[in-house]
């Protein structure tokens, strides 16, 4: 029986072969080199269709798109202009927002606000906790999925406050990234080809 090392030698020496310029079709190693490649070219067409398929006004919104457009007038497209605070109690407004920092690969900061709004109504002790501990990792913690960009002293902050979670443990955090997207994403929005897009389509329905 050959040695365990000159085995994994031999083996290691014939993977190195295929992997090269005369890689083999139809083995192991080149079946997953291809797969992978695919799977880039399939994120990377993704990536470059985003901004044209967020774009469209009916894609965005939470309903049928003859429904939504039928349910939501200019006037209420307009007022989402007024303040940050008012396209955020809009749910066609929210829609389109997340639309619009899909495209700037933001999302996960309006995803966070609005986490910490359901969080706040958790009523069940136990179900806070597990809640608190799960926003946390997903959107705060360090390399978090989702990070959120927030600052070390809010971070830490906010760890500390899940050692007696709370409705309001997530307050400052939340505060810092709904500033953020007002005084950033949002003034951005406002003059983004979706929003505007979205207004037009309100009012030709209109007329």
């Not at 900061?109 to 809640?131: D, P, Q, V, Y």
Request: aromatic share 8%; hydrophobic share 35%; charged share 30%.
């Amino acid at each position: 029986m050959l040695p365990k090392a000159l085995i994994r030698a031999c083996l290691i020496t014939r993977l190195a072969k295929i992997s090269g310029a005369g890689q083999v079709k139809g083995t192991p190693l080149s079946c997953m080199t291809d797969c992978r490649n695919r799977g880039m070219r399939t994120r990377l067409g993704c990536l470059s269709h985003k901004s044209d398929s967020c774009s469209d006004f009916t894609a965005i919104l939470p309903d049928k798109p003859t429904r939504a457009l039928k349910r939501l007038s200019t006037e209420e497209a307009t007022r989402w202009g007024d303040s940050f605070d008012v396209l955020l109690t809009h749910k066609y407004g929210v829609a389109a927002f997340r639309a619009f920092l899909k495209t700037e690969f933001s999302e996960e900061n309006l995803e966070f606000w609005l986490a910490c709004e359901e969080f706040k109504k958790i009523r069940s002790t136990t179900k806070l906790a597990t809640k608190a501990h799960r926003i946390f990792e997903e959107f705060i913690d360090v390399q978090a999925p989702r990070e959120v960009n927030i600052d070390f002293q809010t971070r830490e902050e906010t760890r500390r406050n899940l050692e007696e979670p709370s409705p309001s443990c997530f307050d400052q955090a939340q505060g810092k990234i709904h500033s953020l997207m007002e005084k950033d994403s949002y003034p951005r929005f406002l003059r983004s080809k979706i929003y505007t897009d979205l207004l037009s389509q309100t009012q030709r329905r209109l007329s």
